[in-house]
């Protein structure tokens, strides 16, 4: 149970984004309450596990050893019609121990000073009165409740996010645009223990990929795929990821299932209200191309903690100040998501043969040694911008 | 509140042994009709209004929809499935 019962600032859900918004306020000297349901930060693990490289990693906190499972120098992208890209460089990014991961965050905002509480559950958030919120807290081991108030509350309670949806944002995870997503833990180890490896297009999986993402240090590999929201009787992603896992590893044992949902919405258009924020899964900050949610909530989350330090200075927590913050998101990283979103729509749209040519030219400017990512992103931006989609297009030329 | 209609005869069923925690249901509801309270998801039934929604997204197939018999009795708040119904 908390010690306090009046915060400056309550943070529901200690996931990346929550740990790191709370430990930038407790820094700055509020009170903070960091509010986790679960007994455990961190577990279960929902997630691939695989993230950015350490340089942007380390622009937020300092880079842990513990939790590094694999330094990444390459991918592999098998697509339709056996094209498969392979792309070499040192230093793409890292695999890392998620629990471990999340609970290193949430230390570092225990030691900024801000109070954790785990098995501690938000049920319910007042509308603001006299310059404050209500929360009703429920204890999960004792199920006693109680009532305690923040000046601000930050929700940042994933993707199964309820507190913007008692606010009476839209926050709710609409399908399509939320993946279906299943990790088997295989204890086994990749033939490219040093890429991430991928399968996408009509041959796989379309509307989504599988990957096998090896973790070197604990000698197991993340095995999974996710799709974007699947019809009524289509198969499940647990079916089709034992699929890969009997193909590729026949006889390795699964040590763990996960599961979970993946926000590829991109940006929504409003995520934050009088006395109220949200980042992280909750305000669908993932990446909507690569489903990756890690490094984009952490950076919400630090741009969340500089305008809620900004509107407390001020002495303004309405809703208008806040909306700031969204604006900055957008700038930072919504605008891109935007366009990654298209060029997934684009990919994805495409029938057969004319996304086989797509994984050629691709594959061309890999292996012309092109700096892949911006030329790869500076390409398809204009092929996506140009086209929109495929639809489109199709109408436009063929018809 | 809105008008209380009645209730279609269905039920959500969930299988608990299939199941694995994930929570990717509960964003997905339009209803608020789910929750994840440590690894125990809880249906409220009363106000679930059989979208299929969280049916088609479980990665498991754990959740179904399943027709009730009209004199079935209202099923509790768990989720569990009425008597006569366990196969
Ligand atoms: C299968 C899968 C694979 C993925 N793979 C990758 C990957 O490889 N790389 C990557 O970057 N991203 C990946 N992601 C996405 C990534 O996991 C998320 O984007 C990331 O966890 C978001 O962090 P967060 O802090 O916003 O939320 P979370 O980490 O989900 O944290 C939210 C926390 O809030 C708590 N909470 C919720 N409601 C309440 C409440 N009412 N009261 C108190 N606490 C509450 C929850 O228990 C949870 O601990 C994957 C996701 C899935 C499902
Ligand atoms: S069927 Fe629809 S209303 Fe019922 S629990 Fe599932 S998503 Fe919610
Ligand atoms: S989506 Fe399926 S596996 Fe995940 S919590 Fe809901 S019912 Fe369980």
């Known amino acids: 149970m908390p010690q306090s019962t009046a915060y400056d600032v309550v943070v529901i859900g200690a996931g990346p984004s929550g740990s790191l918004c709370a430990r930038n306020l407790a820094s700055k000297g509020y009170q903070v309450l960091l509010a986790e349901k679960r007994p455990v930060v961190g577990v279960p693990v929902r997630c691939g596990e695989a993230t950015g490289r350490r340089a942007r990693l380390s622009r937020f906190m300092t880079v842990n050893e513990e939790y590094i499972e694999t330094d990444l120098n390459g991918v592999i992208l ?129 509307k989504g990929y599988v990957w096998v993402f090896p973790k070197v240090k604990s000698g197991v590999v993340n095995l999974g795929s996710g799709v974007l929201t699947p019809k009524l009787g289509e198969k499940n992603m647990y079916d089709l990821s034992m699929e890969y896992k009997d193909r590729l590893f026949p006889d390795a044992k699964v040590l763990e299932v996960h599961g979970g949902a993946v926000p590829v919405s991109g940006n929504m258009e409003e995520y934050v209200a009088d006395r109220f924020v949200l980042c992280g899964d909750a305000a669908h900050h993932t990446n909507p191309l690569t489903g990756g949610g890690i490094i984009s909530g952490i950076l919400g989350a630090d741009i969340a903690s500089t305008w809620i330090d900004a509107g407390f200075k001020a002495g303004d927590l309405g809703k208008e100040f806040l909306q700031q913050y969204q604006r900055d998101c957008w700038v930072q990283f919504g605008k891109n998501h935007r366009y990654q979103m298209r060029i997934r729509d684009f990919v994805v749209d495409l029938p057969l043969p004319a996304q086989t040519a797509f994984y050629r030219i691709f594959q061309g400017m890999v292996k012309g040694n092109l700096s892949m990512p911006s030329k790869f992103l500076g390409y398809t931006r204009m092929l996506g911008l140009a086209a929109g989609n495929w639809k489109t297009t199709k109408k436009a030329f063929f018809t | ?55 088609r997204f479980c990665p498991v197939g754990a959740l179904s929809i399943v027709k009730t018999a009209p004199a079935a009795p209202t099923p509790s708040a768990s989720g569990a499935p009425p008597a006569g119904l366990a196969a």
Request: overall charge negative; aromatic content about 4%; glycine content about 8%.
């Open chain 2, 1 to 55: 509140m809105p008008a209380v209609k009645p209730k279609p005869n269905k039920t959500l069923l969930l299988d608990r042994e299939t199941c694995i925690s994930c929570a990717g249901c509960v964003g997905t509801c339009p209803d608020l009709a789910l929750d994840m309270f440590g690894v125990d998801l809880q249906v409220f039934q009363d106000k679930c209004t059989y979208c299929t929604i969280c049916v």
């Open chain 1, 78 to 206: 098998h697509g339709p019609g056996g094209v498969s890209v392979r792309y070499d460089k040192d230093d793409v990014g890292l695999m890392i121990d998620r629990a471990k991961f999340d609970q290193d965050v949430a230390r570092q905002a225990q030691r900024a000073g801000a109070e954790l509480c785990v098995s501690t559950r938000i049920e319910g958030i007042s509308p603001v009165k006299n310059g404050i919120r209500e929360l009703t807290l429920v204890d999960e081991i004792t199920k006693a409740k109680s009532v305690i108030t923040a000046k601000l509350v930050v929700g940042a309670d994933g993707v199964e996010s309820l507190s913007g949806r008692w606010v009476g944002l839209k926050t709710r995870q609409l399908p399509p645009q939320v993946c279906s997503a299943i990790e088997l833990r295989v204890d086994a180890m990749d033939a490219n223990p040093n890429h991430l490896t991928f399968w996408q297009g009509h041959e796989s999986v379309n």
